[in-house]
């Protein structure tokens, strides 16, 4: 696993951990607030069954969107990539709570006039994360929008390209379906109030989520692709333009970065 990529998961891990000992020691105290939805309160007034689907679904879509974050951003970003942990850290978290004890623990109250709520710990860490991620977009938009490698169109190899994002479309969309498909399965057998209506509200969100998760795959898969056919069309552009004057480099995060020394190589026979 890359270093970088190794320490920006232990700064997620560490915000999880922080912020579940302090629940824990909140719900030894019996000072907390039972929060039936997520992030201050959201998702509070939907039924359970398309909440935990909506939260444990988005989790791991938000942690695939994680991941790939941390990827493709430059590692001269790394002030964005620790915001990008602390909000994904957060809000995993407070999916953790989700699952084990079908609230969210608040305990910190806080007041803006006449109207109180409780947050905790990872909403707070989510809150700079987002002050963060803000900076960032508006006063340091040259390094992340134009960054000195960028390749200048995103389809360098069309149909490869589309070929390469689809299979990891079609598997992503099979497997949350065959997923869903158990969820569906155990609720029907286990729970007497898996009604008609929840039935059709849960497969209507599983068809969402899937073609969401498929499509977000996909494009994930269309930027990865760049660092596979990315270095054949610069190769091919150099051989066939004669740029032997230039120097070949590859982008940061491509592949076959061999090329770099086998051009090295034959320009010095």
């Known amino acids: 696993m890359n270093k970088n990529l190794f320490n920006f998961l232990n700064i997620l891990l560490v915000i999880i951990l922080l912020d579940q000992m ?28 398309v909440r935990i689907s909506l939260i444990t679904s988005g989790s791991i879509i938000f942690f695939i969107i994680y991941m790939g974050l941390l990827y493709f951003l430059s590692n001269g970003l790394a002030g964005l990539k620790v915001a990008i942990s602390l909000l994904f850290g957060g809000a995993l978290s407070n999916a953790i709570d989700k699952v084990y004890l079908n609230f969210v623990v608040d305990f910190i109250p806080i007041s803006i006039g006449d109207y109180l709520f409780h947050a905790n710990v990872s909403d707070i860490f989510q809150l700079v994360g987002v002050g963060i991620i803000f900076y960032y977009i508006f006063l340091c938009q040259d390094e992340i929008w134009f960054p000195n490698d960028k390749r200048g169109q995103i389809l360098i190899s069309p149909k490869a390209q589309i070929i390469f994002a689809a ?3 079609i598997v992503s969309v099979l497997s949350l379906l065959m997923i869903s498909l158990f969820s569906y399965t155990y609720m029907d057998l286990e729970f007497a109030q898996f009604s008609f209506a929840k039935k059709s509200e849960y497969i209507k969100l599983a068809s969402m989520l899937s073609l969401i998760f498929g499509m977000l795959i996909f494009t994930f898969g269309i930027f990865l692709s760049h660092h596979f056919y990315g270095p054949i069309y610069k190769l091919n552009k150099y051989v066939q333009d004669s740029l032997w004057d230039e120097e070949f480099r590859l982008r940061e995060r491509d592949q076959f970065k061999e090329l770099e020394a086998l051009i090295e190589k034959i320009k010095k026979r």
């Open 22 to 49: 302090s629940k824990n020691l909140a719900l030894d105290a019996s000072t907390y607030v039972a929060n039936q939805g997520m992030m201050f309160g959201s998702f509070s007034k939907t039924s359970p069954v």
């Open 167 to 169: 299979k990891f479309f």
